[in-house]
């Protein structure tokens, strides 16, 4: 029987080693327990996966696109919504794990699916999150200008490849990206000037397996521990000039702010009213 049991757990450890290879284009390392207990991942109906970040115990913060219709682009009903928290693995599942499902969607009215601009949205959750412990906490927002270098990092899930149906990492990692000049990031053969001044580009410029790749859109960008961007754009996936693009939530402080107390709700079908 132990040479049974012994060959089972032998069996298991493969799968899972195959479920978990160290060559994930998302790259990084594997995040500790109670590290950044504030990244949380979001199930959606269209969209592989998004990330997101908590702010308090009722709201998430994410990217608009997330939260819109692929082809419609218009806001999609909270029912189909998840949101995951406390657990450092999609699976498997962990007693620290808390799901919630959202009831409001808060999409800012400016957001611009052509160019990203304004590329946020806050979601409110059915249940508020119990009292916060060191694996779900809300994020500290960062409210400074950073210089050019600072070693940032990404929190996320995501995919080895943004090929359509491709498995999610179950496993959250964490990838060093340095914050680059916007000059280099608009480059021509780069981003092209999609890089706005709402925005901060943080990666690499040459090709590396630190990156971020599809089903990590909406997750945070930490600097110094602290909340900083949402990634929008720039799934690079390890290719060259293709670093992450994220918004900069330092300039959104007011409008974030703004949502948690708001009694409306708009329904399934809203648009935004892009400048």
Same mark, same amino acid.
């Given at each position: 029987m132990r040479v049974l049991v012994v060959a089972l757990l032998v069996t298991l450890a493969g799968a899972l080693a195959s479920e978990n290879p160290s060559g994930r284009l998302t790259g990084g390392t594997v995040a500790l327990? %109670?590290?950044?207990?504030?990244?949380?991942?979001?199930? =959606?109906?269209? +969209?592989?996966?998004? %990330?997101?970040s908590i702010i308090n115990l009722n709201h998430v913060l994410t990217a608009a696109w997330c939260v819109m219709h692929? =082809?419609?682009f218009t806001l999609l009903n909270p029912f189909w919504l998840r949101v995951i928290a406390g657990d450092l693995n999609l699976v498997p599942v962990s007693f620290r794990r808390e799901v919630r499902n959202v009831t409001h969607l808060f999409v800012h009215?400016?957001?611009?699916?052509? /160019?990203?601009?304004? *590329?946020?949205?806050?979601?409110?959750?059915? $249940?508020?999150f119990p009292e916060f412990?060191? /694996?779900? &906490?809300?994020?500290?927002?960062?409210?400074?200008?950073?210089?050019?270098?600072? +070693?940032? &990092?990404?929190? %996320?899930?995501?995919?080895? $490849?943004?090929?359509v149906?491709?498995?999610l990492n179950p496993a959250q990692r964490i990838a060093i990206v340095p914050i680059l000049t916007t000059a280099s990031c608009n480059a021509a053969t780069v981003h092209n000037n999609r890089v706005l001044a709402t925005m901060i580009c943080a990666g690499s410029l040459t090709a590396?397996?630190?990156t971020v790749c599809q089903g990590n859109i909406g997750g945070g960008l930490y600097c110094g521990g602290q909340l900083t961007g949402v990634l929008t754009f720039g799934l690079a996936c390890g290719a060259a000039n293709q670093p992450g693009v994220?918004? *900069?939530?330092?300039?959104?402080? +007011?409008?974030? *702010?703004? +949502?948690?107390?708001?009694?409306d709700n708009p329904g399934p079908g809203w648009v935004p009213n892009p400048l």
């Open positions: 327990s %109670g590290q950044y207990p504030a990244a949380v991942s979001i199930d =959606t109906p269209y +969209q592989l996966h998004c %990330g997101g692929p =082809t419609a009215p400016n957001y611009n699916r052509v /160019t990203n601009n304004n *590329d946020l949205a806050v979601m409110r959750l059915n $249940t508020p412990h060191n /694996t779900i &906490e809300p994020a500290i927002l960062n409210t400074r200008v950073l210089a050019v270098n600072t +070693q940032c &990092e990404y929190v %996320g899930w995501g995919a080895a $490849t943004n090929a149906g491709v498995a590396t397996a630190n994220y918004i *900069d939530i330092r300039q959104y402080r +007011q409008w974030i *702010d703004t +949502q948690f107390t708001r009694t």
